[in-house]
């Protein structure tokens, strides 16, 4: 793996000393790796919202991958609900909807 040096403003180096702090990241090194990797997918996804999306599908995507990453955030910082039933969590669901419709 290649090393470089990088010079962050003040409220950036704050923001990424809090994210190591509070236990997501090892290190630094780790949180400019993952960040640079969500700029590279962000990127490559972008290239291809533009091809086939018109902008009001892209606008709706890029809610739902940001509710998405939001969702995934806890589950990776090990916050996930145990023993959680999927089967019964879709069937509630499923059933809520039905009822809402019928209203």
């Given at each position: ?15 990424v ?47 739902l ?39």
């Amino acid at each position: 793996m290649s090393q470089i040096a990088i010079s962050l403003p003040d409220d950036l180096q704050s923001f990424v000393t809090e994210a190591v702090r509070s236990g997501r990241y090892s290190d630094e090194g780790e949180f400019v790796v993952n960040a640079l990797y969500k700029a590279m997918e962000e990127e490559e996804l972008a290239s291809l919202d533009e091809d086939v999306l018109n902008p009001e599908e892209r606008q709706k995507l890029h809610m739902l991958r940001n509710d998405i990453q939001a969702g995934l955030e806890p589950l990776n910082r090990g916050e996930g609900i145990a023993n959680f039933d999927w089967d019964a969590f879709v069937q509630r669901m499923h059933q809520e909807r039905s009822t809402a419709k019928s209203d």
